[in-house]
């Protein structure tokens, strides 16, 4: 047991880069700085989740369901920390590098494997709190409860990850078994968790029809719920008085999650150097090589690093996807605004500016460039050595993030201008607005990722989610977007949809030249600045 | 020729790397840097070869500053780290048509040379393979290879024969002198004081940052063993 406190204690201070807080050095200050920015942050999202379980909660109560809310959170809860916890759980219990050292030390793996998992579960119980608790409190706003209820609500908020990330872990576990004879593992990877949280999406936007039909929607919400999650609803019966049903939830939960640590411990070593084998052509012949020149080498090399990293691409890709799926729900889909609002009701031109807003909102939450520095590594020895300007490197990483973002704003500019009867200027400004905010999020992420790059990573997650220039990149995307709209809203209301346009287009093409010059003046130092 | 002029470099926690230190190493020479861990001799590489930044002094190779002539210096340069971390997502042959396509060598070369050289340190049936499932040994050969297919005027290594099995040390050493006698030089540090003692024309020992021996391996040692010099040196600092 001592053994397990010491490498728990370890682990954090290592993963949470603990000592630098104590620094007084520029990197301390920063530290400091992100666990500032982070607990405002944390405390914006659980506002967030708070009025979107209130909403919700609202709606149940008006169809007659008000104590469903607990279930939504339940199954919510269960959701996010399965889908966190797939790529996650691969990389921390099978691939982590710390593997060869621990392995080497007096430890038992099963002391080993509790720390690992305790560690998953202390991140995952803080995800969890962010649903949970706002659940908690807008059920008790609609509903009266009891003291066997606030027994329960800390033994479920404890149970409810067990199973989750049992079930994840375990999938990674299998996962493993087939990933040394898949030669496309990666793309496996992303093709498999894209499917899973597109599926996902398109359950939740099957619940659109809050206003026309609320006790419709409380009857679907408890049937798809319950589809979904079983042992939700029998945590939900539980906390609502039936001691039996919690006691098969307390087993559905514990027993997996102890069977998974007995299976692991067992087969731990196995595990791991499955995890860490890879493809092996075994019949490898050379062929002629074909040449490219410095540019194209350049974006072959930092596109095959962009798909090397399955929560790389989930990560980034997702916000551009997302455009195009939500302009094609909000208006084709069942319950689309234009089935919903009569015909004439919204002019075409409003109808632009909703798409141009979702567009820009959706291409202003990130970008591949806020980590393309830090994806590097321990290989950014070898960009420093090339024979190239610091604009020619840029260059590849910028390419990127137009790839994959470009391609979605012509799509939906083309849905839209199929569907719609636009005028030519709007049609215009639906392809150069949103087309701006990426280059606008492509140089600041750039920029961002120079100034705060971080190399000091063993899992590509750091870097990709957890680096502070990537929540500098979002914070920008938020702002920028901020503004490109007050200034289109103000061209609406004093003067004409064009003005609009233009005034929107004025906003983001100032943003954008000031990111651009940042790069190319501050951004070439900061490169040159950068120790490999 | 690289000429290395009063060189400072100080890390931005305040620390003084390398203070004042002046090399020139001569075309067709090979030259061993020697110093305990950490007495400054890959930050002097790095600076050398344009990886890391630095405040005095200057690097010169056949007159250009690596400094204001940055690209035109790492066009003629190959630098092969102690610990090579190379893209781990790309397989060994398109690791290496990356660094042919940058350096611009031409279809026909890398292809004769690729596998020339693949032949030589034995990883030809390996290079269809993920950089992340090779060796270390694989790696530095990998690495090894990258920097051969360019034919470099100046051919900058650190710590060299970590990891290598001993054909492919040894093969390391010929390729060395093969490329001194082809007019190319050779700058690389070791631990390995036998290594540098009958591979080295001149040798130079640094010492916190210093240069405190430097010279022809005659010059530095006299009659005594290069060993017995290193040790008295860094005893008597």
């Not at chain 1, 929540?471 to 938020?478: A, D, H, I, K, S």
């Amino acid at each position: 047991m001592r053994n397990f406190w010491i490498l728990l204690k370890y682990n954090l201070i290592n993963t949470l880069n603990l000592n630098k807080l104590n620094s007084k050095t520029k990197e301390g200050k920063l530290s400091l700085l992100m666990v500032i920015l982070f607990i405002v942050g944390g405390l914006f999202s659980l506002g967030l989740a708070f009025l979107y379980m209130f909403m919700i909660g609202s709606a149940l109560a008006e169809g007659g369901f008000p104590e469903l809310i607990l279930l939504v959170g339940i199954v919510a809860g269960f959701m996010f920390i399965l889908l966190m916890t797939i790529t996650k759980a691969n990389s921390t219990l099978f691939r982590s590098r710390d593997y060869d050292l621990l392995m080497s030390l007096p430890l038992k793996p099963s002391t080993i494997i509790a720390s690992k998992l305790v560690y998953i579960l202390a991140i995952n119980y803080l995800l969890f709190a962010f649903i949970y608790f706002p659940t908690i409190i807008v059920y008790t706003v609609f509903n009266t409860t009891d003291l066997w209820f606030w027994l329960l609500v800390l033994p479920t908020f404890f149970l409810v990850p067990l199973l989750p990330i049992a079930v994840s872990s375990l999938l990674a576990y299998l996962f493993g078994f087939i990933t040394p004879k898949i030669k496309y593992k990666n793309l496996t990877s992303i093709l498999f968790s894209l499917l899973i949280l597109f599926l996902i999406m398109y359950a939740s936007f099957q619940s659109s029809s809050i206003e026309e039909d609320p006790s419709a929607f409380a009857l679907f919400m408890k049937n798809a719920l319950v589809k979904i999650y079983y042992p939700g609803q029998i945590a939900f019966l539980g906390m609502l008085g039936s001691w039996q049903d919690y006691l098969l939830f307390t087993l559905i939960s514990v027993v997996p999650f102890v069977g998974f640590v007995w299976l692991l411990s067992k087969n731990y070593m196995g595990a791991n150097s499955r995890g860490n084998s890879s493809y092996i052509n075994k019949n490898y012949e050379m062929k002629m090589m074909q040449s490219s020149d410095q540019k194209k080498a350049m974006i072959k090399k930092e596109l095959k690093r962009y798909f090397g990293s399955s929560v790389y691409v989930l990560n980034t890709i997702m916000g551009p996807m997302m455009s195009t799926f939500l302009i094609l729900f909000i208006f084709f889909g069942e319950d689309s605004l234009s089935a919903t609002i009569p015909a004439g009701t919204i002019t075409p031109d409003i109808i632009s500016m909703i798409i141009v807003g979702i567009a820009i909102f959706t291409m202003g939450m990130t970008s591949t460039t806020a980590s393309s520095i830090s994806i590097e590594g321990k290989q950014f020895w070898i960009l420093k050595s090339l024979p190239l300007s610091p604009q020619q490197i840029f260059n590849g990483k910028l390419f990127v993030n137009y790839l994959i973002s470009f391609p979605f704003v012509i799509i939906n500019g083309i849905i839209a201008l199929v569907a719609f009867r636009f005028s030519l200027w709007s049609a215009l400004f639906m392809f150069l607005i949103p087309g701006l905010v990426v280059v606008i999020m492509s140089y600041a992420g750039l920029y961002f990722n120079l100034l705060l790059p971080r190399f000091d990573y063993d899992s590509d997650v750091k870097a990709v989610k957890q680096g502070m220039s990537v929540l500098m990149t979002m914070l920008t995307g938020f702002v920028t977007v901020t503004i490109v709209i007050v200034a289109g809203v103000l061209g609406v209301v004093f003067f004409t949809p064009i003005v609009a346009y233009i005034f929107a287009f004025i906003a983001a093409s100032l943003i954008a030249i000031v990111f651009i010059s940042l790069v190319q003046t501050h951004g070439v130092k900061l490169f040159n600045r950068i120790n490999g | 020729m690289l000429e290395i002029k009063n060189l400072s470099k100080t890390y931005p926690g305040g620390k003084l790397a390398v203070d004042d230190v002046s090399l020139t190493i001569n075309d067709g020479e090979i030259f061993g840097f020697i110093g305990h861990n950490g007495a400054g001799k890959t930050t002097t590489l790095k600076c050398a070869v344009g990886i890391l930044d630095f405040e005095k002094g200057d690097i010169l190779l056949d007159g250009k500053s690596i400094k204001k002539q940055a690209i035109e210096c790492k066009q003629e340069i190959a630098y092969i780290p102690d610990n090579p971390d190379l893209y781990e997502q790309l397989t060994g042959i398109q690791y290496l048509n990356f660094i042919c396509d940058i350096y611009r060598v031409s279809t026909a070369d890398r292809n004769v040379l690729i596998s020339q050289y693949a032949d030589m340190f034995e990883i030809k049936k390996n290079l269809g393979d993920l950089i992340s499932s090779y060796s270390h040994g694989m790696k530095q050969k990998l690495a090894l290879i990258s920097a051969l297919v360019r034919k470099p005027k100046l051919f900058v290594l650190d710590e060299p024969f970590v990891g290598l099995d001993p054909k492919a040390a040894f093969q390391v050493k010929e390729l060395m002198k093969e490329l001194c006698a082809n007019g190319s030089c050779v700058f690389f540090s070791t631990h390995v004081l036998e290594v540098a003692e009958k591979l080295c024309h001149r040798v130079a020992i640094i010492q916190k940052g210093k240069i405190v021996a430097y010279g022809t391996m005659e010059e530095v040692k006299g009659d005594k063993s290069l060993e017995d010099v290193f040790l008295e040196l860094v005893n008597n600092a």
